[in-house]
């Protein structure tokens, strides 16, 4: 094959070894490594090399497997690894086709979850509970160097990857993105509710919403976007139905994608009125620091008479 060097590693002590979910650091990093959970009641059998191929290649186009690595220890026994041959990396000291991984199904860990990743799974809140407490296995899947893709190829690769993992995975009853705490209904992918570049920003993408104690202001943002090296929004405001944001806030991220990031600091969009947008409306949009979680830059939509902190000009 030629794709993948296998290197030997000493073996860890026992008291070393670790998940290698013990290892990542889901936090949105631009360019980021794209990672998801699988869940699911009862624990599966992974699906054979030659079926594993046969799927991704109808999703992602030809792929390339690595050789079975029998010096992988722990959880990391049994990987499949993938090259997907048409999509290339391109570095500024050579290039390279993109890689993905399936790890074989393992226990899941729901109370690693915490109660404001909970408190933020509006896409799965009438399941979120039943769902965290029935699936008691998971299957962990990532991509690598998709960092280097188009924006927009790489936000339709991880999506097409997806499809590919809820083929080969029929059992899965719910994917939790690692990335952003977003949690979904399996069959919302498979029966395909969005297509496009739009499965990225409602499969992946979460938008926030937090109440500012001890007043009455509020904050939605957006996890998800930065992984496709694109600002996450964020919106600081008060008197407005919270809902009307939301959806906002997924039409601008939308916006955003398709168009390879258009707005500009100081740039003016149209606000929303009565659930709806509204060319009458226009809020302006600046590049600030977020108001919550680490420090990281994003675009702030200022909303006129709606915002919590505005500015002039």
Known sequence: ??????????????????????????????????????????????????????????????????????????????????????????????????????????????????????????????????????????????????????????????MDYLEALLELFPACEAVYSLNTGKLILADTVRQREYSGLERFIHYIVNARFFNINGTNHHVVDTLGMSLLYIEDLQYHFHSMDPNWVVGHAYNVSSYILANRRPIKDGDTIDGVKDGRMDQSLQWRCRFEDALIGPSRPVLDIHMGQYAAHPQGG
């Open 1 to 158: 094959m030629g794709l993948f060097k296998k290197k030997k590693k000493p073996e860890p002590a026992p008291e070393e070894k670790k998940s290698p979910l013990d290892e990542m650091d889901p936090s949105i990093r631009p360019g980021g490594v794209f990672m998801v959970q699988l869940l699911m009641k009862e624990k599966c059998e992974m699906p054979s090399l030659q079926r594993m191929t046969e799927v991704l290649t109808r999703h992602i186009g030809k792929v390339e497997a690595a050789e079975p690595d029998d010096n992988l220890s722990g959880s990391m026994k049994g990987l499949a690894l993938f090259a997907a041959m048409d999509h290339i990396a391109k570095f500024s000291n050579g290039q390279g086709p993109v890689q993905v991984s399936v790890m074989p199904c393992d226990t899941f860990h729901p109370e690693t979850i915490d109660e404001m990743k909970r408190s933020q799974m509006w896409d799965c809140l009438e399941d979120r509970d039943r769902i965290l407490s029935e699936c008691k296995y998971c299957v962990f899947a990532n991509d690598m160097l998709t960092g280097a893709l188009d924006p927009l190829e790489r936000a339709d690769f991880d």
